[in-house]
């Protein structure tokens, strides 16, 4: 195919010059493989300090890794760190009697009870058990890198920032490895709301200045935000407008996290952002998600089209999520994921949920139970697309 002008020749520039570095990521070798060794920070009780074993997850001495999860406690930034930010709410006070609300549950409860009068009356049930058990024995597998998996989108209002959450929080439920969901979208992205985060501090742009190779993992998350699980999160802006994140910025801040966790997924920019390709370029998966309707099918199928023509792993590790934003699409998702697939590319469709769809914090419990297991479907063919490369 042709190369093409304007972003997609951007694109592919960065593309071609970015996946020559494989898992390295943005800046250098991957996952701490020469970055300086970690100095004599001091030791935790809670976490041992990065320094014992190399920083890899997997290996002896990996923060957390086989070992019982803690919250660590709030680290203090001592005298010589940089001034500490105020704390800004995500949601103003002033909205909280408006988009605060109970939330519903993704299905009906006729669908609910009908559902689980079939599992007692058929032998489905051994079957979904079954199915279950494999994807999280995909899930669970260890790494000896950390993986990095960008989301994107072509379009705005395509679940970008929705399925990003969904993934960091289901990595974070079956792994014993720490997981970092980073947002590379500073402009009034909406991650820290889908993830119920009340106050958000530190950036991404200032963790590039602050954090430091003699760093144990109870100082890092000491600038995070702590989510349920062995999650963390680190936003790109406090939500205030013309907050920028460039490329060197997130570089910076991805190469001095990357060593701490064994997950980190990406929240980027809608294409044809510079960040959102240097991300892409860097990552070891690729999600693009696009609603599932004619016109997000057509111009994904296009872009799809056009990543033929780059190396081919970078099409063969990107998965394409179609988000269904309404109960009944009137497409044929079976012809459209089917059309998608003939590419290279991976195809997973996320099913309408009514608690999805109605925004606000995303609460697991409240998923309809296909939801649940399309999400965990997707995040394991990411993960498994993301290590078939290296």
């Not at 991976?346 to 608690?355: E, F, I, K, T």
């Amino acid at each position: 195919m042709p190369n093409g002008d304007g972003w997609q020749g951007d694109v592919l520039r960065d593309l071609r010059g970015g996946v020559q570095q494989g898992a390295q990521g943005p800046g250098g070798p991957a996952y701490g493989a020469s970055t300086p060794g970690p100095g004599p920070a001091a030791q935790s009780a809670q976490a041992p300090d990065a320094a014992h074993g190399g920083g890899a997850p997997g290996q002896a001495g990996y923060p957390y890794q086989g070992q019982e999860q803690q919250a660590p406690a709030a680290y203090a930034p001592g005298p010589q760190s940089h001034n500490a930010p105020g704390s800004r709410p995500v949601v103003d006070k002033e909205l909280d009697g408006v988009v605060r609300r109970k939330p519903q549950h993704g299905e009906s409860f006729a669908t609910r009870a009908a559902r689980a009068l079939r599992r007692i009356l058929a032998s489905s049930a051994a079957r979904e058990v079954a199915g279950i058990t494999r994807t999280a024995e995909v899930l669970q597998r260890p790494v000896t890198t950390g993986r990095q998996i960008a989301v994107t989108s072509i379009r705005g209002g395509s679940g970008k920032s929705t399925v990003a959450a969904l993934l960091g929080t289901t990595y974070a439920h079956y792994r014993q490895d720490p997981v970092l969901v980073l947002e590379a979208d500073p402009a009034l992205g909406s991650l820290p709301v889908r993830l119920g985060v009340e106050s958000l501090r530190w950036t991404a742009s200032e963790i590039a200045d602050i954090v430091k190779p003699d760093m144990s993992l109870l100082d890092v998350t000491g600038y995070l935000v702590q989510l349920p699980d062995n999650a963390w999160l680190l936003p790109a802006s406090q939500g205030q407008i013309g907050v920028m994140l460039d490329s060197r910025a997130y570089e910076r801040a991805v190469v001095a996290l990357r060593r701490y966790f064994g997950v980190m997924v990406i929240d980027c920019e809608t294409l044809p952002a510079e960040v959102a390709r240097v991300a892409l370029a860097a990552a070891h998966g690729r999600v693009l998600a696009t609603p599932a309707t004619p016109e997000g099918i057509t111009s994904t199928y296009s872009v799809l089209q056009w990543m033929q023509g780059l190396p081919p792993h970078v099409i063969a590790g990107t998965v394409v999520v179609l988000t269904e934003l309404v109960p009944h699409p009137g497409l044929d998702l079976d012809e459209a994921v089917q059309k998608l697939t003939s590419t290279g590319a991976s195809v997973q469709v996320l099913p309408y949920d009514r608690h999805l769809a109605a925004g606000g914090p995303v609460h697991t419990e409240l998923l309809a139970q296909p939801t649940r297991e399309a999400v965990a479907r997707l995040a394991a063919d990411v993960f498994h697309l993301s290590q078939k490369r290296h």
